[in-house]
Nanobody, 115 residues
C-alpha cells in the first residue's frame, strides 16, 4: 500500500486549506483511514479518522473546524481545514490500516499557518 499526501502550503490564520491523500496498492474494501500531524517539537497526534462506512472521529482541537471525508471508489482521503490557526502548523500525514496488516503512512505534507 502506498499513500501520497498533497495540498499543504503556507496560509494565513482564518483561511481554509484542503489536503488530499491518494491510496494505491492492495486496498481492501474495509479499512480505517486517518490524518495525523506532527508539530515542531511535539509528538505525532491524531487529527481525524474515517471508516470505510464514513464513520468519523476528531481530535477535540479540530472538532468543528476540520472535516474528514473519503471517496472509496477512487481510494482518496481528504481533510478540509477551515478557520486555520497558527497552532495547526504541522506536517500532516495520512494513514491507512486494514485487518491483519500493519498501518501505512504517507510521506507527509507541510501546513504552515501564519498569524
Amino acid at each position: 500500500v502506498q499513500l501520497q499526501a498533497s495540498g499543504g502550503g503556507l496560509v494565513q490564520a482564518g483561511t481554509s486549506l484542503r489536503l488530499s491523500c491518494a491510496a494505491s496498492g492492495s486496498i481492501r474494501s474495509i479499512n480505517l483511514m486517518g490524518w495525523y500531524r506532527r508539530a515542531p517539537g511535539k509528538e505525532r497526534e491524531l487529527v481525524a479518522t474515517i471508516t470505510t462506512g464514513h464513520y468519523t472521529n476528531y481530535a477535540d482541537s479540530v472538532e468543528g473546524r476540520f472535516t474528514i471525508s473519503r471517496d472509496n471508489d477512487k481510494n482518496m482521503l481528504y481533510l478540509q481545514m477551515s478557520n486555520l490557526m497558527p497552532a495547526d502548523t504541522a506536517v500532516y500525514y495520512c494513514h491507512l490500516v486494514q485487518s491483519g496488516q500493519r498501518g501505512y503512512w504517507g510521506q507527509g505534507t507541510q501546513v504552515t499557518v501564519s498569524s
